[in-house]
């Protein structure tokens, strides 16, 4: 134990082990928790349901409806107080409320402090409507809010003939079960066995990192495995008894209406208890039939799927615990601290920026990343990552997009918005701009740099102005030239004798205006590039050259272009990059026309988040933008050696 | 000695914060600028000296337009941002849709409150049987004329035509009729004639219906036939070929009038009723901008008192006096000073004949597919049903993938 090596290994696996069974058992106690909340906010709306049925019965309004709601809530523990308000009129019609007694009894007309209580109930009475008229389930119609003293206030909205009149809330009184905590043993078990087993297997195991790296991934994984299958059969266990209180629970309320309904001669229908037991959805949840028989299949089901959720977390869990281990057994984290020790200072210096860095690139970066795997837009708005959670469905709709054109009777058309159609834009564009862009700004270099040319600061000047002025401006003045008929570059070609183009009505056409457009802008950047590069070649290679009897042409291509090589290399992937992600020039010239066929990868981004309001969708394309534009870049440096000298 | 004074001083201070605690402090955002702006802190300031007696204090801030939809979607669901704030209807849908944005209003209005308001305006406020604002100001579409040019403005569709031929010499550039006809909103009011509709009464999209494919064919026998328009119109052409006397009529909103030149004498006339259609009138889509509670505002009752203040008599005469506005407030067309003002009393006729522009959440899914349409239409690369049914089924297509989302 005394070894380096094998310490590493130890500390490792004591960390790992430590890091991943305490959050697992945190885990478990929490999903105990969620199982025995759930429990209690479906007992808290079976009643509610339960009782809008009743108030629905006995007419929604009148004498009969406050009985209804008295008899109700005192008859059963679990129920604090309830009220019912009903839209027209604001009028409170019944309240078992402490507060409303005396001459705030019901029925009265709400207070002025008692708006946001009216509030909830058109919320209810919208949500329940566009669910009706949409046949979808994407608001909220039943909303239960935890209170602070561990109490669930229940509002669901109540029908009279088909129409939603007014509305209902209920305070069910905390659970009488407390969530048990996970149990420990188990946890500790999981954390001391493969430690013990570990410093066993030390003694006859070679000293080499991988040898020792391999034995303490399987027994960390061993332990963890353990602990999940422990856990799992206890949650498994909680949602069936969850299911079960839920149904006895169900069956009760609905002995209770039914004799409630006798009392007060409320005509219908026998109650049916399995569809007092829905998602905030109005969706029943089906696990138990009318009369309070669990069905075992849907049991079965429901089991499965907490558990299920449960463990996808454990398999990201047991992840990270391994990688930890790795870390720590490979020695990476011991030479890590040795470079933070002896270079404090400098990392001290350093860490500010890093900070900032932070904050302003990585943390929007990598939020920009989890966005991509949510269904966010701007309904959903409101709800946390992990409730709209898509995984890479985003991505799988982005490149599966292959359909990019359909045959029909007029011949092929072509689906502009495709994504592939955007990606052969795009590259079409980026080649032809930077192949324009360098062609130019060499030959212009070139030309700058002739020994003895007279007014070389003003060419110079002028031919900087392109990338001085803001390109939003140059960009305006490019389109109105191109117009069809008052356009600069449509009365010269008139001039020339030739017919006058409608540039934005095909897409080649559209092309080539931004492609001008771009072109003006982009040659400045190379040509300052280059004429830095050019200066900076030893005037005697050429010399050399001379004697030797080269022409020019030879001059050129053998001592010229290698010499450009590390100054022309990173400009070309500067310029890849930018042009690749030039959004102004194609938004403001062309604007995506004729129908979306010049739109370049980042003008459909912004057009799917801006436009579409579709903020999920849009941050899997910037990020799939991103990767292409990565590994461009990575293999571009790779093979050109580009950042190394000549 | 020295820690008794400090007791002192924290109690004063404590009970300086009491009484402040119970006066409201209401901030408003808005997106004016220039007399806008100052015709709007005037109105505000008003209000202050009426409440200074009950506490309540109203500060005003101008946030930039082009950031202020995006500024209050990422501050009030948040709890911050401010008490009330002043926008378009158009993003109205979807901020309610997203919830926690705008507080409804229904729980405060009195009876006949919104009786004050043109029915058209408040129509605009409300969304599915909920009124979400109280209406400030309107803009439409009129036209404009140049009248040196023009004596008579026409009355009907027939008349423009005549009229817009007869000065129309496109050799020379000039144009009888010139307006952004291939922007939607524009043609608004060209389809409202026929009875088309973007939406039907279910909130479905029907761009497609026979009523807007009929107003399309009319404005391509304006376009094709009688050669009046000039080709892609964009709006600084329209507004170079007026200032340049080389456009006798555009059809445009009160924002134009901000950028005719000193030297054209211009006057304004109710758009033309479209013979084509039985007579009916144009009706164009009117942009109301409301008066919106927060729904993380903490004093929403006082909020309300500034709502109904800025939305009275006294209010709308110095918004259209000196903020020229055009008020939703229809008793301040009454007042002498107004109803004198040529500019005022057009938009306040032309605004009988005009339609709310929806303000669904998938109004915002609309616009891109009818513009390439438009487009596509407009440089005859498609017939208008052709391109209108492509545009319906993206719509349709836009809406359901936005609602397959969880």
Known sequence: ?646 | MRLRGLGVLIAVLMTAGAVQALAADLVIWHGYRGEEKVAFEKVVAMFNEKMAAKGIKATTLAVPYDAFADKITASVPRGKGPDIFIFAQDRLGGWIEAGNTIDPLDFYLEKGITDRFLPVTMDAMTYKGQIWGLPFNFKCVTMIYNKKLVTTPPKTSKELVALAQKLTNAAAGQYGLAYTYADFYFHSALMNAFGGQAFDAQRKPTVNNPNNIKSLELLMKWFDQDKFLPAEPGGALITQLFNSGKAAMVFNGPWFLGEISKDIDYGLAILPTVDEAGGKPMKPWITVEGLYISASSKNKEAAYELLKFITDLDAAKIMALEGRQTPANKGIYDDAQVAADPILKAFRNQVNNALPMPNFAEMAMFWSPVTTAMNSLTRKAATPKAAMDLAQKEVEERIASLRKNP
């Open chain 1, 1 to 646: 134990m005394s070894t380096p090596v094998r310490r590493h290994a130890l500390i490792g696996l004591a960390v790992a082990g430590l890091v991943g069974v305490l959050a697992a058992w945190l885990l478990l106690g929490a999903g105990r928790r969620a199982t025995t909340g759930f429990r209690a906010e479906r007992e808290a709306v079976v009643s509610a349901r339960a009782l809008a049925e009743l108030v629905a019965r006995a007419g929604a309004q009148g004498d009969q409806v406050r009985q209804a709601v008295t008899r109700f809530t005192a008859g059963d523990q679990s129920i604090r107080s309830a009220r019912v308000i009903i839209f027209e009129g604001l009028s409170l019609e019944a309240s078992t409320f402490p507060e409303d007694v005396g001459d705030k009894a019901a029925p009265r007309r709400l207070a002025k402090e008692e708006k946001p209580l009216f509030d909830q109930g058109q919320r209810l009475r919208a949500a329940a409507e566009t669910n009706r008229e949409d046949q979808a389930s994407m608001k909220e119609e039943i909303e239960v809010t935890p209170m602070a003293d561990g109490s669930l206030q229940v509002a669901a909205p109540l029908s009279r003939d088909g129409a939603v009149v007014g509305f209902l809330q209920l305070i069910a009184a905390p659970p009488a079960v407390v969530a048990q905590a996970a149990p420990w043993w188990p946890a500790l078990l999981a954390f001391i066995v493969p430690i013990a087993l570990f410093a066993l297997a030390t003694t006859v195991l070679p000293e080499r990192r991988l040898a020792l790296s391999v034995a303490g991934l399987v027994l960390l994984m061993a332990g963890l495995l353990g602990f999940a299958r422990v856990g799992s059969s206890t949650l498994a266990g909680d949602r069936g008894a969850a299911e079960n209180a839920v149904a006895s629970h169900a069956t009760a309320v609905g002995t209770r209406a039914a004799t409630l309904a006798g009392e007060l001669n409320l005509a219908g229908q026998p109650f049916d208890p399995s569809a007092w037991d829905v998602t905030v959805f109005s969706k029943p949840y089906g696990v138990f039939s009318p009369t309070g028989q669990v069905d075992s299949a849907k049991l079965e089901a429901a089991t499965v799927s907490t558990v299920a959720s449960w463990r996808s977390l454990f398999w990201l869990l047991g992840g990270i615990s391994g990688l930890l281990l790795l870390f720590f057994s490979t020695g990476l984290a011991a030479r890590l601290w040795s470079i933070l020790v002896t270079n404090r200072g400098a990392y001290f210096y350093v860490s500010p920026a890093m900070v900032g860095m932070l904050l302003l690139v990585f943390f929007p970066f990598f939020y920009g990343i989890a966005l991509s795997f949510t269904g966010s837009t701007i309904y959903n708005t409101d709800k946390s990552i992990p409730q709209i959670w898509v995984g890479l469905k985003n991505y799988t709709e982005i490149i599966s997009d292959v359909k990019v054109a359909q045959h029909s009777a007029g011949g092929w058309a072509i689906n502009y918005q495709n994504f592939y159609w955007t990606l052969w834009v795009t590259v079409a564009w980026t080649i032809s701009n930077v192949a324009i862009g360098v062609t130019v700004g060499l030959i212009l270099a070139l030309i700058l740099n002739i020994k003895g040319l007279r007014f070389r600061p003003i060419y110079r000047v002028l031919l900087i102005l392109p990338w001085a002025v803001p390109n939003y401006i140059t960009a305006l003045i490019w389109k109105g030239m191109f117009h069809q008929q008052f356009g600069v570059v449509n009365q010269v070609l008139q001039m020339v004798g030739m017919d006058p183009v409608s540039w934005f009505e095909k897409p080649f056409t559209s092309f080539l205006a931004c492609l001008a457009t771009n072109g003006w802008l982009s040659f400045p950047f190379m040509m300052v590039i280059s004429l830095g590069a050019l200066q900076s070649i030893p005037a005697d290679l050429y010399e050399a050259a001379r004697v030797d009897g080269a022409s020019r042409w030879r001059q050129f291509t053998s001592i010229t272009l290698p010499s450009l090589k590390p100054a022309l290399v990173p400009a070309v992937i500067l310029s890849v990059v930018w042009t690749f992600n030039m959004f102004n020039i194609i938004y403001l010239v062309s604007a995506g026309e004729p129908a979306h066929s010049t739109e370049i990868l980042i003008t459909q981004a912004y057009k799917l988040a801006f436009e579409q309001y579709r903020y999920g969708y849009a941050a899997a394309y910037s990020t799939v933008i991103f990767g292409i534009l990565l590994l461009y870049g990575t293999w571009q440096n790779r093979v050109t050696k580009a950042t190394e000298g000549i």
